[in-house]
């Protein structure tokens, strides 16, 4: 079967070609999904090419996301394709954060060591080598965060003209450096976000540009990647939960279609169990869980959070991240500002350190251990989203007692660590360092 472009609702599931350039049901107004059929290899052929293509050096093969291509074929070809030797992130073991989280055992899966700091690039890769193979000369998203960082440094590489679109007054200037660094043409726009992205549709019809944010089917698949690189270094065996922050829940919905294409494929026996963590000031996905009729997602209006990459109010993938939480038997928990900062604290002394977004796991699954429902002995895998210097302020103020909750709560430094000022005074300082 050729790959297609479906329509994610049940009552619809409308086809379109794959190079159709839409975002959503032209139909339904429904989220859009790639469809295709199985890959020609069994499983244990696809595992062992996987593990083969480690060691060469073609660079479609040392791609942590093309090297699983057999999983993306919405391309008809591969020769276009740009990498900057996405996912290839590695497990980390964490002692400390696993005591912390109420585990015998914990596992990192750190996408902050991607090329421009998160897993965005995952996606974005996809992403672009859409827009190229539809021959767009230009590519769009509305972001002050990680994807504008990524789209930027993808689309440049590609050698296509990356524009990002910001609100007027709202930059999280760390990730729009990037994306300023990496060629990216930046237009403020004095209105909200909702009224900056009809915009942007408008003009990516007018003036042909490709959008490439949150809804884009394309960035799911490459996502889909990150899970299949864990099982690739787990050797197959599969954990009881993956954990993981959710935003607009693009990552929830990936992970959940990976899992389950795997599954169908006989890749893995049984599906792990996702704990998708929100932020209560941005957990509207949270609220839907927990509400009698879930056939509608009541938007945060004025989201709020310091942890940034998951201040959303209104997700655009919950449809797809509903199904995918319901068929893995998941939960979705919410954490405190106070609690992600100290669990970012906590993964930072274990050496490895994270964005506040990617902290949101281990707030999570504190929690959920403490309420039975993950288990002390269960196999965990709680995935970091985001690197440690995407967000140094937030650092500096936790670790100086300056940090300060979007509501003026000041939080905690339970592990603070702030610096000295000392005399140049050797005795003082020996004295100092040996108590
Ligand atoms: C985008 C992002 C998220 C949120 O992911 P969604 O797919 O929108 O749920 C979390 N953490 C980081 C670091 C991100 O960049
Ligand atoms: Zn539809």
């Known amino acids: 079967?050729?790959?297609?472009?479906?329509?994610?609702?049940?009552?619809?599931?409308?086809?379109?070609?794959?190079?159709?350039?839409?975002?959503?049901?032209?139909?339904?107004?429904?989220?859009?999904?790639?469809?295709?059929?199985?890959?020609?290899?069994?499983?244990?052929?696809?595992?062992?090419?996987?593990?083969?293509?480690?060691?060469?050096?073609?660079?479609?093969?040392?791609?942590?996301?093309?090297?699983?291509?057999?999983?993306?074929?919405?391309?008809?070809?591969?020769?276009?394709?740009?990498?900057?030797?996405?996912?290839?992130?590695?497990?980390?073991?964490?002692?400390?954060?696993?005591?912390?989280?109420?585990?015998?055992?914990?596992?990192?899966?750190?996408?902050?060591?991607?090329?421009?700091?998160?897993?965005?690039?995952?996606?974005?890769?996809?992403?672009?080598?859409?827009?190229?193979?539809?021959?767009?000369?230009?590519?769009?998203?509305?972001?002050?965060?990680?994807?504008?960082?990524?789209?930027?440094?993808?689309?440049?590489?590609?050698?296509?003209?990356?524009?990002?679109?910001?609100?007027?007054?709202?930059?999280?200037?760390?990730?729009?450096?990037?994306?300023?660094?990496?060629?990216?043409?930046?237009?403020?726009?004095?209105?909200?976000?909702?009224?900056?992205?009809?915009?942007?549709?408008?003009?990516?019809?007018?003036?042909?540009i490709y959008l490439l944010n949150s809804m884009n089917p394309f960035r799911i698949e490459g996502q889909k990647t990150i899970m299949l690189e864990m099982m690739d270094q787990r050797d197959w065996r599969v954990p009881d939960w993956v954990v993981l922050p959710g935003g607009n829940l693009g990552n929830t919905s990936a992970f959940g279609k990976a899992l389950r294409e795997m599954r169908d494929l006989g890749l893995i026996g049984r599906l792990p169990r996702l704990a998708v963590i929100q932020a209560e000031g941005a957990a509207p996905f949270y609220d839907l869980l927990r509400a009698p009729d879930r056939s509608r997602l009541i938007a945060v209006e004025h989201p709020q959070t310091l942890a940034t990459a998951i201040r959303i109010g209104d997700p655009v993938s919950w449809p797809k991240a509903l199904y995918e939480v319901t068929c893995s038997g998941g939960v979705v928990e919410k954490v405190t500002e106070q609690e992600i900062a100290d669990a970012k604290a906590i993964i930072g002394r274990c050496g490895i350190g994270c964005e506040p977004a990617s902290a949101a796991t281990l707030a999570g699954i504190r929690k959920l251990t403490a309420a039975g429902t993950i288990a002390r002995d269960a196999d965990v895998v709680a995935v970091l989203t985001g690197n440690v210097l995407k967000d140094p302020d937030y650092i500096y103020r936790y670790h100086t007692g300056a940090l300060e909750a979007p509501d003026g709560t000041r939080i905690m430094p339970n592990f603070g660590n702030s610096p000295k000022v000392v005399p140049n005074d050797a005795d003082l300082i020996a004295g100092l360092l040996s108590q």
Not at 53 to 66: E, K
Not at 167 to 189: F, M, S
């Open 1 to 208: 079967m050729p790959a297609e472009l479906a329509c994610f609702e049940e009552r619809c599931r409308a086809r379109y070609p794959i190079t159709e350039v839409i975002y959503n049901c032209p139909r339904c107004g429904g989220l859009l999904e790639a469809v295709y059929g199985k890959p020609a290899q069994p499983a244990e052929e696809l595992k062992t090419l996987w593990r083969a293509r480690r060691g060469s050096n073609a660079p479609l093969d040392q791609s942590g996301v093309w090297r699983y291509r057999e999983f993306l074929p919405f391309l008809s070809e591969y020769q276009g394709v740009v990498t900057l030797r996405e996912g290839n992130t590695p497990l980390l073991e964490a002692r400390q954060a696993a005591r912390y989280g109420g585990l015998e055992r914990l596992v990192f899966k750190h996408q902050g060591f991607n090329p421009t700091g998160s897993f965005k690039d995952n996606g974005m890769t996809c992403g672009v080598a859409q827009a190229l193979r539809l021959g767009m000369t230009r590519v769009a998203c509305v972001s002050t965060g990680n994807t504008s960082a990524s789209m930027a440094a993808y689309s440049s590489a590609a050698g296509l003209q990356p524009v990002v679109f910001i609100p007027h007054g709202n930059i999280a200037y760390g990730k729009l450096a990037q994306a300023l660094e990496y060629g990216a043409r930046t237009l403020q726009v004095e209105a909200n976000f909702d009224q900056i992205l009809a915009l942007v549709r408008q003009l990516a019809e007018r003036i042909g």
